[in-house]
């Protein structure tokens, strides 16, 4: 594109914003466009490029299930649950505060990670319970 041709557009359409600020009815006739455009966004919503999170299965309770069926029931419990599931229950029950799960990606090792962390919570102060 030449300068000419390049300077000759912007000209016009500066000419044309400050017709559209002064000319009420023109805006209008000019908005419907838009306004169509944007109902049609709405209606069908703007899809996010973000992944859904993950959520824990209603009804989920690590301590639960290890406290009923021992830390194989729970490692059982977790095997039909995806990376993503395992990482939101670890978050959802501040198993790990440090967060080092963020970086596993197999599902294994987060199962065997949250199996850890449960039977860990779960043995706290026995060493007091003979005295």
Known sequence: MSK???????DFLRLLAEEVERNRSLAKRLAVPFEEFLAEVKEKGVKSRKKAKAEVPEGFDPFKVYYDK?????????ASFDAATLKAILTSFALDPSRSYTRLRKPEKLRDLIVEKVKAMGERGEAFRDL
């Open 4 to 10: 000419d041709l390049a300077g000759a557009m912007a």
């Open 70 to 78: 021992g830390s194989v029931g729970l490692y059982e419990a977790l």
